[in-house]
Structures are given as C-alpha cells and as structure tokens.
C-alpha cells in the first residue's frame, strides 16, 4: 500500500507541475500578445507620422526640419526592430513552454497509468484472498457437515 501512496503523491506533484507548466503557457502568450499590440501601435504611429509629413510639390522645409524628422523616423524604425526581436523572443519561450507543457503533461499520463496498474494489482491480490477465505470457509463447512451425524443440522 506504500507503493500505491508514494505513486499517489507522485501523481499529486505531477499534477501541480502539469499545472503550473499551463499557466507559465498562458503567461508568454499574454506577453507575446502585449508586444505584438505595442509593435502594432508603433507601426501604426510611423504610418500616422510618415503620413502626417507627406510633401507637396510646392512645400517649402527647412533642412534642420527634415533632417529632425528623418532623425525620428529612424528611430522609430530602430524602436520597431527592436520590438519585432522582442516578439521573435516571446515566440521562442511560448514554444518552450508548450514543450515543457507537454512533457507535464506525459508524465502526468504515464504516471496515471502506473498508479491505474498498481490499483488493478492490489484489487487482484484482494479478490484472490478475499476469493481463498471463501473457499476455506466453504471447505470448513463442508467438512463439518461431513463430520455431523446425519439427522443434525445446525
């Protein structure tokens, strides 16, 4: 029965893991999420920006002006580099956690499966001696039904 406890407890542990690896899952898809929102917000400011700025033929701007603006789009477009890294690396931890997921949950399954086989055992061995108490008790009676002159009966 130990052996049944201890895979129990196992099973209890493999559970929380198994959990825990689902909220660690749910967690990065939160965060890629909220960075692919922010990467889309920053694209939408440079198109919004760009568009803002678009020139007319007969527009007359000071260089120092075009040189701020062109400086600013450039770091725009750096901020937005930037940001499509940090979405590749939130693709990198969903893809672990989803493996890390899975594996939680494997062990969860097999460890079911032993616990499953062992019960299936110790009911075995409790039919087979429940089973041959039966039988002696049925052996004793007939034996003492034997022994009792006939004519008694108890």
Do not use: C
């Not at 959990?19 to 440079?46: C, K, P, S, T």
């Not at 527009?59 to 002006?65: D, N």
């Not at 603006?69 to 590749?88: K, N, P, T």
């Amino acid at each position: 029965m130990s052996s049944l406890k201890a895979f129990q407890i196992a099973v209890e542990m493999a559970e929380r893991q198994r959990d825990a690896a689902r909220q660690a899952v749910q967690d990065v898809e939160r965060a890629r999420h909220a960075a692919r929102q922010q990467l889309d917000q920053l694209e939408g400011y440079a198109a919004e920006t760009q568009g803002r700025w678009g020139f007319s033929a007969d527009a007359a701007i000071k260089p120092e002006v075009m040189y701020h603006h062109y400086q600013f789009m450039d770091r725009l477009s750096h901020a937005i580099g930037m940001q499509g890294g940090v979405i590749e690396g939130h693709a990198g931890r969903a893809q672990a956690a989803a493996q890390a997921l899975l594996q939680a949950e494997l062990r969860l399954a097999s460890l079911k499966k032993v616990l499953e086989k062992r019960q299936r055992d110790i009911d075995l061995v409790q039919a087979r001696r429940e089973q041959k108490e039966t039988d002696e008790r049925a052996a004793i009676q007939s034996a003492r039904a034997e022994n009792r002159p006939s004519g008694q009966e108890s």
